[in-house]
């Protein structure tokens, strides 16, 4: 019997060799143009953690971002929205520790401080300096750490692999990993000949801080040369399509951030939406954020764990990611995964549950690439090699619904004792 | 500061009294004309343990019924959900230890069989029983057991309040204690004087049956004489605000099943839509659910803690029901309230993820009856007092969007280590 998927996808890899898309080193400054650093700036109450990280470019570049949509919005999310939107920035500065977040009027205007302190150091206007947070909410967020911090920051700024790692690190929260990816094509120069393109970027995110929510935020950079609404444009694809599905715990944070530069340092033939190097602009900087997005959830809270779940056959787009959220959210799922146990029933029902139309005859699913149902029924399954495929760091789950063509797929991770002392601890 | 609500919305009470609704003593053998028992058929390999459950009318009565609206849909609610479709019955046959789920024609029949081996004992038409199980999927569920357990149960029948708890014992899986509800209340009767109704039931849920998916099994009695259309709209209404505004983990199962078996044995005149005395059963069989409702999530598994969400001040209704079962599935907000952390950041963002729209500066939270957000900023609270309140058994939560005057409630318990210990133990 054939699976409904093979395990490894090969759509994704197809893509990148069409264009000739690799990984490379880097991360946020595998660009021409970008630096980076990541200083202590005892933030948190801990001298010898880094807290405090900026990128900047060179110059005033191009600028695309996309934020959280939660009604709770923080005061920093408030201030970098409104600059993105105008597509040009200089830099980005980010804090972990405080989220500013329900902090009021009082909370938007020290994020502007923030970015003051930035844009006195940087020589450059207040208003192209982004700002992000991520940490407790509803406790004011103080200025005094940033007054000494920012020049450190500034002085630190590197354009190297240890400077880009560096401010990795200083975003990282309940994360037990710096997250960082690169890639490099190749597109037309100016001059007629080839110009390297590179995009890197880093993110933290694995579900929440102690006491308070989860939280993402991701910084990106390239050296193309490319308009401001095609950056947006591919921020905007690439983000729907990695990062608004990965669900470690369906929660959604108040400081949501994504954020691009782009140095145009590459000196290639300015890059418009509707052209080849549009394309391949959009894959690489998909590629970047997918290869984050599966970070993030593979390091999700006490995740032992990453879960990839492909659903095929649903009559739209919208169904079918309803039905990938409802088996990725269940509870249920999430902890048999965690117990080994190749539960397709659960599955089912979690696909049955959401309100989305098929026939339960019509229905496959594979766990681990074996077929577990066919038409609705079990197919007996051998329980000793199902064992064996759940030693893997990753489990795949596909189901056909047999309605229609739509597809879609969403990352997350099993359900840990590790996430209940993560988010359980008393308070006090 | 003046909480949302008081720690108890009197408004349930009042209901009551207005109808002169008052618990009694009997589970679903509060009603006259109903017999229960609960028996050992070795249905699951103890023969120790009750596994087989059996409801009967006195004869054959007015039925009504609610049904899971999972698309997987397990073999027994095929059946019953036709049958009682007809508004007659007169026996429900409940078994734990295999769902019949996921069985195919094959299952529909053997749920068929056990109808039929019910209306040999009783002398029915097997159209008149309707069937309910629960227990592992995908397993043919085997006819054996039943054919000696179902004579046995038949002679066990009895109008006790020990055989009502038998029956409620019988289809226990992960639930920890069986659970069981009754009201009483009078109205008028055929003579011109005045009739006493009773209507109780029992119900089983707490989650899931290793090594498979959540179910509620419910049986509903009365010796109200009602019509047809009446019983089923009240039990249809009562449902949906009770059952299913509990959601211990969003899971739906493939057999939830509730059914109402109305005797007519208080010789009460007949209730009819539209009237004072249809009001009165309404409220009391909503009262039972909610009873019954509250028991499961108190028993939800693992749960330490019921937890009541309250969401005032929507737009409409079905945004007040959005954002409660926002709140009520967030992990972050279960595993908070396990950690006795009054963490209303996490109610927040749970609020503002779910697609609802209102404004962050409008909203208004309290914790366990304390006001803990107000305009969307902090209230200072005495952190020793809310440790000491989240002692009690039961934690409310309580938010007003600010924006209309629609009004949502849900129950819900908290995520421990004890969730995972019971759904994610290893299968093998």
């Avoid at 105008?86 to 970015?115: D, F, H, I, W, Y």
């Avoid at 933290?204 to 609404?229: H, R």
Wanted: proline share 4%; charged share 20%; with cysteine.
């Amino acid at each position: 019997m054939d699976a409904i998927l093979p395990l490894e996808v090969p759509s994704d890899e197809d893509v990148l060799s069409t264009y000739g898309i690799e990984a490379c080193e880097g991360g946020v400054c595998a660009a021409e143009g970008i630096k980076a650093a990541g200083v202590c700036a005892n933030l948190r109450g801990d001298p010898t953690r880094r807290d405090l990280a900026l990128v900047s470019a060179d110059d005033t570049c191009v600028c695309a971002g996309v934020f959280t949509q939660n009604r709770f919005c923080a005061a920093p999310v408030q201030v970098s929205k409104e600059r993105a939107a105008t597509g040009r920035a200089r830099a980005v500065v980010l804090n972990s520790g405080n989220a500013n977040a329900s902090t009021g009027a009082p909370g938007v205007e020290v994020a502007k401080q923030v970015a003051r302190l930035v844009a006195t150091e940087l020589g450059c206007a207040e208003e192209e300096v982004l700002v992000a947070s991520t940490g407790v909410i509803g406790v004011p967020l103080a200025l005094d750490g940033f007054v000494a911090g920012v020049p450190t920051a500034a002085r630190a700024l590197a354009h190297s692999t240890k400077a880009a790692h560096d401010a990795a690190r200083a975003v990282m929260t309940t994360d037990t990993v710096p997250k960082e990816s690169s890639f490099a094509f190749q597109v037309p120069a100016g001059d007629g000949g080839v110009a390297t393109v590179h995009v890197g970027g880093f993110v933290k995110g694995s579900g929440m801080i102690q006491p308070n929510m989860a939280t993402m935020l991701c910084v990106l950079s390239t050296d193309c040369a490319i308009a401001p609404e095609a950056a947006q444009a591919a921020l905007s694809e690439a983000a729907n399509q990695t990062f608004n599905k990965v669900t470690v715990d369906s929660d959604t944070s108040t400081n949501d951030t994504c954020v691009l530069l782009a140095s145009g340092a590459a000196n290639n033939e300015l890059v418009e939406k509707g052209t080849d190097a549009y394309l391949a602009f959009a894959a690489a900087i998909r590629a970047v954020c997918e290869e984050l997005a599966r970070k993030i959830a593979a390091d999700g809270e006490g995740a032992t764990k990453l879960v990839t779940v492909d659903v095929l056959g649903a009559a739209t787009d919208k169904d079918a990611d309803t039905v990938a959220r409802s088996i990725a959210n269940s509870p249920l799922v999430k902890t048999a995964i965690f117990g080994h146990d190749a539960n397709w029933g659960r599955v089912a029902a979690a696909a049955g549950k959401c309100g989305v139309d098929f026939d339960q005859y019509g229905v496959d699913i594979d766990l681990l690439g074996v077929p577990v149902l066919r038409k609705g029924l079990p197919v007996p399954m051998d329980e000793d090699d199902m064992l064996r495929r759940f030693e893997g760091p990753e489990v795949r789950i596909a189901i056909d619904l047999g309605v229609g063509d739509a597809h879609a797929r969403v990352w997350t991770c099993d359900l840990t004792y590790e996430y209940v002392t993560i988010n359980g601890d008393y308070r006090t």
